[in-house]
């Protein structure tokens, strides 16, 4: 699962996220079932909230300021350049069983997690 960054530099950068084989299969089920426009790419941070403190975003965006942009799996995904730190070694991954349904985060610097998996302290 290589991933490198799009971002003009003189060296590659490698994304902060990983994405598994099934997440980036749903991913791009999702991007074909859905006509994602073209210029859109798919964006995975943080915001303040959730019952541990901070929650993840993943969803289809365009680029903005402070974003960095990487190749995952084919896939292009945006990142604010700030939401770094907080990412760094997630592995986003897709269940789709009887007990569970959706994309999760496995994120080693979460010191908390919430029952619901959506949101984590560092």
Not at 12 to 33: G, Q
Not at 36 to 49: A, E, N, S
Not at 73 to 81: A, H
Request: glycine share 14%; net charge negative; with cysteine.
């Amino acid at each position: 699962m290589g991933a490198t960054s799009t971002v003009p530099s003189s060296t590659a950068v490698s994304s902060p996220i990983i994405l598994s084989d099934r997440a980036s299969d749903e991913i791009r089920k999702i991007m074909t079932e859905k006509s994602i426009p073209t210029g859109f790419g798919l964006r995975v941070g943080v915001k303040g909230g959730g019952c541990s403190g901070m929650s993840y975003i993943l969803g289809f965006d365009r680029t903005r300021e402070h974003d960095m942009s990487f190749e995952v799996d084919g896939i292009t995904v945006f990142i604010d350049k700030r939401h770094g730190l907080y990412l760094m070694g997630t592995t986003v991954d897709y269940h789709d069983g009887l007990d569970a349904r959706g994309f999760t985060f496995d994120n080693p610097n979460a010191t908390a997690t919430c029952g619901c998996g959506s949101s984590f302290g560092v």
